[in-house]
Nanobody
Framework: QVQLVESGGGLVQPGGSLRLSCAASGFSFSRFAMNWYRQVPGKGRERVASISPASTTISYGDSAKGRFTNSRDNAKNLVSLQMNSLEPEDTAVYYC???????????WGQGIQVTVSS
């Protein structure tokens, strides 16, 4: 069965760094675009970063540009989000998302908490 297992979240001080990882299984990872979203209570879901199946296209939401780096390793079925220069406004639950470019299939991770606080 399909699984997206996130890790690397937690508490970090402003200006610090975290690296989120999402380990995928149960589907053709190399055919799926991978995305990171985040959400805080009272606000809508925000796209943080996206990466195409072969890493030929990588994009970021406005709040992530210049600070976050999205990457993937298809041999390991793994996508990572390196987050630097973190700010309190980055505090949110971060979700890993997989979207099949060749069909309607879409999968979500359970979400992982990132808290930026001194």
């Amino acid at each position: 069965q399909v699984q997206l297992v996130e890790s690397g979240g937690g508490l970090v001080q402003p200006g610090g760094s975290l690296r989120l990882s999402c380990a995928a299984s149960g589907f053709s990872f190399s055919r799926f675009a991978m995305n990171w979203y985040r959400q805080v209570p009272g606000k809508g879901r925000e796209r943080v970063a996206s990466i195409s199946p072969a890493s030929t296209t990588i994009s970021y939401g406005d709040s992530a540009k210049g600070r976050f780096t999205n990457s993937r390793d298809n041999a390991k079925n793994l996508v990572s989000l390196q987050m630097n220069s973190l700010e309190p406004e980055d505090t949110a639950v971060y979700y890993c998302n997989a979207k099949d470019r060749l069909g309607p299939a879409e999968y979500w991770g359970q979400g992982i908490q990132v808290t930026v606080s001194s």
